[in-house]
Nanobody, 121 residues
């Protein structure tokens, strides 16, 4: 079994920073890509940032220049550094990964349970 566990969410004021972490565990053969999605109440889920196994990154236009995605391959962990946070960033942030495993081959799409980020005065 492969699972993703997110951490780092919380309540911050506008302009402050937050760092999210997502650790993948299980019978992992290869992680092709990891990324972050977010979903605000009444809104559709959207891609925030992603990073491939080769290190290529992509960002939503709304966060480019403020957010930075990075990874630690040895720990099977991806991070999202969020700076200059705005109220519009308030959402549940979900970790996503495309992973092949020793048990089930793949790759398959995996999702974390989400972590709440609230930006408010």
């Amino acid at each position: 079994q492969v699972q993703l566990v997110e951490s780092g969410g919380g309540l911050v004021q506008p302009g402050e920073s937050l760092r999210l972490s997502c650790a993948a565990s299980g019978s992992i053969f290869h992680i092709y890509a990891m990324g972050w999605y977010r979903q605000a109440p009444g809104k559709q889920r959207e891609l925030v940032a992603r990073i491939t196994s080769g290190g290529s990154t992509a960002y939503a236009d709304s966060v480019k220049g403020r957010f930075t995605i990075s990874r630690d391959n040895a720990k099977n962990t991806v991070y999202l550094q969020m700076n200059s946070l705005k109220p519009e960033d308030t959402a549940v942030y979900y970790c996503n990964a495309q992973i092949s495993s020793y048990s089930w081959s793949g790759p398959y799409d995996y999702w974390g349970q989400g972590t709440q980020v609230t930006v408010s005065s």
